[in-house]
């Protein structure tokens, strides 16, 4: 039996080291001129923020030297299904921003294996172990020199370590597992991390627990064996020096916004009849974004307003965004029937979903307050553009609108956090006494508070200046 038992153990052993002695051996031999960067990214046609971010890196690494195109070739790992120039073009169509003609694209066969819906149990564990997947076979179709991980796929980079990739970079969006998440757990409250089912049981919940203090140690081992630590503002930086205690410094890069062109808008609104406001949410239609509370706190809003007389100008809500694939889909046709539930029907609420950069432009010239429902957002692209464009935001007092953008003052914003303090901030901002001087003197401050701060200039010095060791 004892036999039996080490022949097992030593076959487990030689499945799980020989894979990754291949792939060291590759990345040793394909090692040439000139030297490869590769950019973890399979989701690069998505649309959102974080693709602005990928664009706009790539371009500035390029043009600023930090990046020699003569010695070093540029991939990024996709596993879109789309060609590179329709990738291109919808850089250029969303954002605005021209991918640089250096780039290549590596096509990924295994993304699947970081998809949520295949784990319906042990989510992140089993996107944890699928990021292996696919950071083994982006290696192996091009062995990069350095590894710069723009999507959060942490538990990879020990793989990418042992695989022979001389030096692994990240900027994070988002920490893949918090103190507030264990929190959550612990309190045995429901929310989207907890069903109601763990909360209720303390053994499920003690398990749940253990579970993710366990998978919490993986993601601080994992997470220092990045050379370079970029986060995106406060809130993750905050979260990242705690759980990844001992590694890199993390420096915090806030993410390029178009704040130059947004500037140029006028700060009096346009665009619209002079008897309707134009209330505006900018935001993927994903789950977290929460925009039934966005719905909700309108609806507030409009028994208000028309308690009150229903004067004009009348209060419209325009929902903005990114529908990536049919679940995001199938959430916005559930929007849809909420809206219709609440009284909502058109013209009073409208649906943009995937609009151009120039449409989305347009919107901001005519919207006069923005509105953004998402608990701890970990940084805000959205509400930073509304800003620049003049428009007034009304965001979730928690990460990093609190925290970064908006700020608690009341000066060039207001923060709430649930419908009837949403319902609050609207009405003080559309229908009560004074609402549109108070809301040009905001648009203002708003305007000035973002100006520099977040342009694609500062995001360009930071995280040029945080990646130039790994290519001198």
Known sequence: MWLFFGVAVGVAAALLVLPLILLRLRVLLRRRRPRTLGVLHPYCNDGGGGERVLWVAIRELLARGVVDAARWRVVVYTGDAVGPAEIRAHAASRFGVDVPAEVEFVYLACRGA?????YPVATLLGQ???????????????????LVDTTGLAFCYPLARAAGVGAVAA????????????????SRTAAHNNSA???????????????????????????????????????????LRELWAGGAAVRVVFPPCDTASLRALPLARGGGARDVVVVLSVAQFRPEKDHALQLRA????????????????????????????AADGARLDALRDL???????APAVEFAPNLSVVELRALYGRAAVGLHTMWN???????????????????????????DIVGTDGASGLLAATAEEYADALHSLLVADGA??????????????VAARFSEDAFADGFCDAMRPLFT
């Open 114 to 118: 970081i998809e949520a819906r295949r």
């Open 128 to 146: 944890a172990l699928g990021s292996l997947v696919v950071a083994a076979e982006a290696i192996w179709r091009a062995p990069p020199d350095v």
């Open 171 to 186: 900027y994070v969006h988002y920490p893949t597992i918090t103190s507030e998440m264990v929190g959550v757990v612990a």
């Open 197 to 239: 089912a763990v909360a209720r049981s303390p053994l499920r919940t003690a398990a749940k627990l253990g579970y993710y203090r366990a998978l919490a140690a993986l993601y601080a081992f994992a997470g220092r064996r990045a050379a370079v630590v970029a986060a995106n503002g406060s809130w993750t930086a905050a979260h």
């Open 298 to 325: 309108f609806s507030l809003l409009r028994a208000r307003w028309r308690a009150a007389g229903g004067r004009a100008p009348e209060p419209r809500l325009v929902l903005a965004g990114a529908v990536r694939h």
């Open 339 to 345: 809206a219709r539930e609440l009284d909502l029907a």
């Open 377 to 403: 957002e970990h940084f805000g692209i959205g509400v930073v553009e509304m800003m620049a464009a003049g428009v007034v935001p009304v965001a979730h007092a928690s990460g990093g609108p609190a925290l």
């Open 436 to 449: 549109a001087k108070r809301r040009a003197t905001m648009a203002a401050a708003a305007r000035d508070a």
